[in-house]
């Protein structure tokens, strides 16, 4: 199994920016769906952005297109996610997750209940 761990949240004022790291360990999961979802209080978990295998693809939700980057790093285990221009509604827990896919799988998933691992999450905070 993976074990996940996030850092890099933190209280950010409207238009800033943070990056988000998650870190893998255990088993290799270069081949792995990565993804981030996000979750505001008395909301459900929500897909942000997904990554596939190196030079598969990636999704964004609508609402972080152009303002948010998600990477890959298979030879350091790490996951990021860069967000910039961040807004208010962009205040919520974020978590990291993946699923074990068979090599170069290019499906696409957009549930929570379609991942196998997750980090404990970390809290992005955006003010006005």
């Known amino acids: 199994q993976v074990h996940l761990v996030e850092s890099g949240g933190g209280v950010v004022q409207a238009g800033g920016s943070l990056k988000l790291s998650c870190a893998a360990s255990g088993r290799t999961f270069s081949s792995d769906v990565m993804a981030w979802f996000r979750q505001a209080p008395g909301k459900e978990r929500d897909l942000v952005t997904s990554?596939?295998?190196?030079?598969?693809?990636?999704y964004y939700q609508d609402s972080v297109k152009g303002r948010f980057t998600i990477s890959r790093d298979n030879a350091k285990n790490m996951v990021y996610l860069e967000m910039n221009s961040l807004k208010v509604e962009d205040t919520a827990v974020y978590y990291c997750?993946?699923?074990?896919?068979?090599?170069?799988?290019?499906?696409?998933?957009?549930?929570?209940?379609?991942?196998?691992?997750w980090g404990q999450g970390t809290q992005v905070t955006v003010s006005s």
């Open positions: 997750a993946g699923r074990n896919v068979p090599y170069r799988t290019l499906s696409f998933f957009g549930s929570a209940r379609d991942y196998d691992y």
């Open positions: 990554i596939s295998w190196p030079g598969g693809y990636t």
